[in-house]
């Protein structure tokens, strides 16, 4: 199983997350301050793969060491971004974010 978790800026943390955790982060981040409105997950392959969101939609997203910013349009796309790193699909990922 690859290792993976999910932080938020508040300070919490999971390891071995699911597609459930995104989901309530995602609702959460958008009932949170503004302070700590961001969280990130994390894959880890031979690198660190990360997407970062913050509650206005943008997006840092990490993967080989090489940093992407990205404007989401929406929480759906945010969604979208995330179930495809959590299968580890980061090609795909990359390709959405041109």
Do not use: C, P
Not at 6 to 17: C, E, F, L, P, V
Not at 30 to 48: C, K, N, P, R
Request: aromatic share 10%; charged share 30%.
């Amino acid at each position: 199983m690859t290792e993976n978790y999910i932080q938020y800026a508040s300070g919490y943390q999971k390891d071995n997350i699911d597609e459930k955790d995104v989901v309530k982060a995602i609702s959460d981040i958008q009932l949170i301050d503004d302070e700590h409105g961001a969280f990130w997950v994390s894959v880890i392959t031979d690198d660190e793969n990360v997407i970062e969101v913050n509650k206005d939609l943008s997006l840092l997203v990490i993967f080989e060491g090489q940093q992407t910013k990205y404007q989401a349009k929406d929480w759906n796309e945010v969604t979208e971004l995330y179930k495809l790193l959590l299968i580890e699909k980061f090609d795909v990922i990359v390709e959405r974010l041109k």
